[in-house]
């Protein structure tokens, strides 16, 4: 089997186009966290001096201080180093979904010239940190393999109407299932598809850490001092988030920022980190990975769906066995705003998307 891993390089422009190391950017993080160099090496498993050395290096290159020492008060990032930590987080945020989306297609393109790809599980899912976790730990342990690609909500249930993937994952709020059925029902067929639930999510503002703008509600958005960092507009978020500004009463074009977007809950939640926005919608995960503060607003059902007669063939089979295993539950059980009321239960549509506004009773685990 062939696996591609495409990974990107820091440059410093003029002077050869000398690669920055990537453990300068784990060091950063770690002197961040444990909040002095010797710290930062233990968690890097470094030796007090490799850090030091890494320090004074990448200090000369790039002509400013990364970190500043405070006698008998350990070290602290400069705040040069809090922006170059950030815009490498925030790369990781962006680029890591597409790198690794662009690698599975090469992968898939070679597989059909060296061995018979049908093994392979194709899951188009609106960006989840619990599906990523779990595909990480089967690539480690190849025990399935899983082709994951993150697009939005309604983009994943369009692939999955066309053919072209196995799994559909999707989410939207409780007590929202009306504004939800319109949009999501045109892909899903009662005779045709079923659901299994892979957790309820905690949904707010991601704010930034100690909340300097006094952001509390909806209503703060609109402040001519509040930037906001959107979602893409056929995200879960997006269609949940607008459904909030219109219940709230609020225009879209009252608030700051309203139409620039990113892609994923850690993007959202990088961007806020490095001071490039002050709010944004996400999951209370993506917030506490990047420290910030945050202001609950809803609870959401994030669900797959497949279709009905393919249940048993044995890719989906086994994959839907782990979906109801212990590991998620571990798995969901570590992430804040993570919940397993619906984890491993089947449903079909018209339990989770009812036509009548009904909020949908939990299913039989059967």
Request: charged fraction near 25%; include cysteine.
């Amino acid at each position: 089997m062939i696996r591609v891993k495409l990974q990107y390089e820091w440059q410093l422009q003029p002077g050869g186009g000398q690669g920055v190391e990537p453990i300068l950017f784990r060091v950063l993080y770690a002197v961040h966290s444990a909040g002095s160099l010797a710290g930062a090496a233990r968690q890097t498993r470094l030796s007090y001096r490799h850090v030091w050395g890494l320090m004074g290096k990448w200090e000369r290159m790039f002509g400013k201080p990364l970190v500043k020492l405070n006698r008998g008060r350990g070290a602290e990032l400069t705040e040069f180093g809090q922006k170059l930590l950030w815009a490498e987080q925030l790369v990781q945020a962006r680029l890591a979904p597409e790198l690794e989306s662009v690698g599975q297609e090469i992968e898939r393109a070679l597989s059909h010239v060296i061995e018979a790809s049908a093994d392979r599980l194709v899951i188009c899912a609106s960006h989840d940190l619990a599906l990523a976790q779990l595909r990480e730990r089967l690539a480690r342990s190849d025990r399935q393999k899983l082709d994951l690609r993150f697009l939005g909500s309604l983009a994943s249930l369009a692939a999955l109407a066309k053919g072209q993937c196995n799994i559909a994952g999707f989410h939207f709020a409780e007590g929202m299932e009306q504004a939800a059925t319109g949009m999501f029902r045109r892909y899903l067929k009662p005779r045709q598809h079923q659901l299994i639930g892979l957790a309820t999510r905690t949904q707010g503002l991601m704010v930034a850490q100690g909340n300097p703008k006094a952001v509390c509600d909806l209503s703060d958005l609109t402040r001519k001092d509040v930037r906001l960092i959107n979602r893409q507009r056929d995200s879960g978020s997006r269609v949940e988030f607008d459904e909030l500004l219109a219940g709230a009463g609020i225009d879209p074009d009252a608030i700051e920022g309203y139409d620039t977007e990113e892609y994923t809950h850690l993007a959202v939640a990088a961007t806020i980190a490095g001071g490039m926005a002050d709010a944004g919608y996400g999951i209370r995960a993506a917030a506490a990975h990047y420290g910030l503060d945050f202001i609950p607003l809803l609870t959401e059902r994030y669900y797959l769906a497949f279709r009905s007669d393919s249940r048993d063939e044995p890719q989906l089979a086994g994959f839907i066995k782990l979906l109801r295993g212990k590991e998620l539950r571990e798995i969901l059980s570590a992430m804040p705003g993570y919940g397993t009321a619906i984890t491993g239960n089947f449903y079909d549509v018209n339990q989770a998307l009812p036509l009548r506004r009904a909020a949908p009773a939990l299913a039989s685990s059967t």
